[in-house]
């Protein structure tokens, strides 16, 4: 797994990081897939009655993230004033990007390991109250409790500065109603991140007026509505949320009132960092099982890989891929420096999410009807970036922010 194809100075705190990080995957996570094979690989066994994961599997999550929180890992990329490693968005895709090629779909326990920027500890957590650090943090850090990110809503998806959730102020705290769509991880989370309008004027004016909470989803008032199973996935990890008059204690609120949708852009930011990762890390890894196939599959007496017919396609997604993981890199430079690089952004994540699906279809392409089983997982981690071209931005989205900018005048490129 050389970075030799990379001219890039990487850090030697990220690339050992990432070293280490590849030898805690070998350690935990390969012997886990291989003990628990029988469980993990039994579609009848991997969903309760009510479409999601069965505590059995969650358990086996847990027992990776705790061991994962344990040797420091799991909370690598997490501001360090609420303990976590400081490391910053380079070192965020370079994990992501190592365990997405390493692993594939195949041994997905991995994609546990490093906290995801909306289930765990991450920046968006930075500004925790005083108690609700006490609180609510140890446990977050710990891996024990996880998070849920809710933003959209039925009325308002990338036009997300439309939510209609609303906190009022009830003299100490808030009052939460509303509700929230699309939510990851809520089946299993503890707490929901909640973006709720608390100035009605000023949200409706689109200045501000839109606050973050973290709110337990075991609060009276919270309910799961709807668990969503989305293409690709036999069990829901989706679902809609409803908020009914629900009591925010002051503790609760996460970062400036009325600044919410700045925190809310921070963990989509890091949400295009980790997408681009999975674009690049499953591109490859789709592209090492075409390469590997074609060399040994024959067909009219020869491999393959004698046709060009097969092997032109691949070599078109290995240069996409190679320039995904530049710009990859390249962004994640750039904002570790402090640079906005809005739009350096949204073009990392919208080539890396559509080269990795081409990858990942063209390979499937490369190995006849193999490809079209489940058994290859090829489909899988093609659902899974066809399904991220809409999630943390659309791709429409982030092309009509690079529009803007370019129309700005931010014409470098
Ligand atoms: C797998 C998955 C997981 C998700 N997890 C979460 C989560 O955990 N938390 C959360 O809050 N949300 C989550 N989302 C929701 C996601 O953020 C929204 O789906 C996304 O913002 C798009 O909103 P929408 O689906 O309402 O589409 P819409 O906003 O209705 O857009 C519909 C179509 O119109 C296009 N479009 C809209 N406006 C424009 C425009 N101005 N110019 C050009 N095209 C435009 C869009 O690109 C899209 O193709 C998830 C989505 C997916 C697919």
């Given at each position: 797994m050389s970075m030799s194809a990379i001219a890039f100075d990487i850090p030697a705190e990220v690339r050992d990081a990432v070293e280490g990080l590849e030898a805690f995957v070998r350690r935990e996570v390969f012997p886990r897939h291989e003990k628990h094979a029988a469980l993990l690989n039994d579609e009848a066994r991997r969903i309760t009655p009510a479409g999601i994961l069965p505590h059995e599997i969650t358990d086996i999550i847990d027992e990776v993230r705790f061991a994962s929180a344990k040797a420091g890992y799991y909370a690598m990329c997490a501001p360090t004033e609420l303990g976590g490693g400081g490391l910053g968005l380079l070192a965020y895709f370079?994990?992501?990007?190592?365990?997405?090629?390493?692993?594939?779909?195949?041994?997905?326990?991995?994609?546990?390991?490093?906290?995801?920027?909306?289930?765990?500890?991450?920046?968006?957590?930075?500004?925790?109250?005083?108690?609700?650090?006490?609180?609510?943090?140890?446990?977050?850090?710990?891996?024990?409790?996880?998070?849920?990110?809710?933003?959209?809503?039925?009325?308002?998806?990338?036009?997300?500065?439309?939510?209609?959730?609303?906190?009022?102020?009830?003299?100490?705290?808030?009052?939460?109603?509303?509700?929230?769509?699309?939510?990851?991880?809520?089946?299993?989370?503890?707490?929901?991140?909640?973006?709720?309008?608390?100035?009605?004027e000023a949200s409706a004016k689109r200045a501000g007026g839109i606050s973050t909470f973290l709110v337990p989803l075991k609060a009276p008032g919270v309910s799961i509505s709807r668990i969503i199973k989305m293409w690709g996935s036999p069990v829901g990890d989706e679902a809609e949320l409803r908020f009914d008059n629900v009591r925010i204690e002051p503790h609760q609120l996460l970062g400036k009132l009325g600044q919410g949708f700045a925190t809310a852009m921070l963990g989509v930011d890091l949400g295009r960092i980790y997408n681009s990762a999975r674009g690049v890390g499953l591109g490859r890894w789709a592209l090492d099982q075409a390469f590997d196939y074609v060399q040994?599959?024959?067909?009219?007496?020869?491999?393959?890989?004698?046709?060009?017919?097969?092997?032109?396609?691949?070599?078109?997604?290995?240069?996409?891929?190679?320039?995904?993981?530049?710009?990859?890199?390249?962004?994640?430079?750039?904002?570790?420096?402090?640079?906005?690089?809005?739009?350096e952004l949204g073009m990392a994540k919208a080539f890396a999410v559509e080269a990795g699906a081409r990858a990942v279809d063209r390979a499937m392409q490369a190995h006849g009807a193999m490809g079209m089983t489940n058994e290859l997982l090829l489909t899988e981690a093609y659902s899974t970036l066809r399904k991220v071209n809409i999630a943390d931005g659309s791709n429409e989205i982030l092309r009509r922010q690079i529009v803007k900018e370019m129309l700005a005048g931010h014409r470098d490129l």
């Open positions: 370079s994990a992501f990007e190592r365990i997405y090629h390493l692993c594939g779909p195949r041994q997905w326990l991995a994609h546990h390991i490093v906290s995801h920027w909306a289930k765990g500890p991450s920046p968006v957590l930075k500004n925790l109250t005083a108690e609700a650090k006490v609180s609510m943090l140890p446990k977050i850090m710990s891996g024990e409790h996880t998070l849920c990110f809710g933003l959209s809503e039925p009325g308002a998806g990338s036009d997300a500065a439309g939510i209609q959730t609303r906190a009022d102020f009830d003299g100490d705290g808030w009052r939460l109603t509303g509700g929230k769509i699309w939510t990851t991880n809520a089946p299993h989370a503890e707490y929901c991140i909640v973006f709720a309008v608390t100035d009605p040994v599959r024959k067909a009219f007496g020869k491999p393959i890989s004698e046709y060009q017919g097969v092997t032109f396609p691949l070599a078109e997604s290995a240069m996409q891929i190679h320039a995904a993981h530049l710009m990859a890199i390249n962004v994640a430079f750039l904002k570790d420096r402090g640079e906005r690089a809005v739009k």
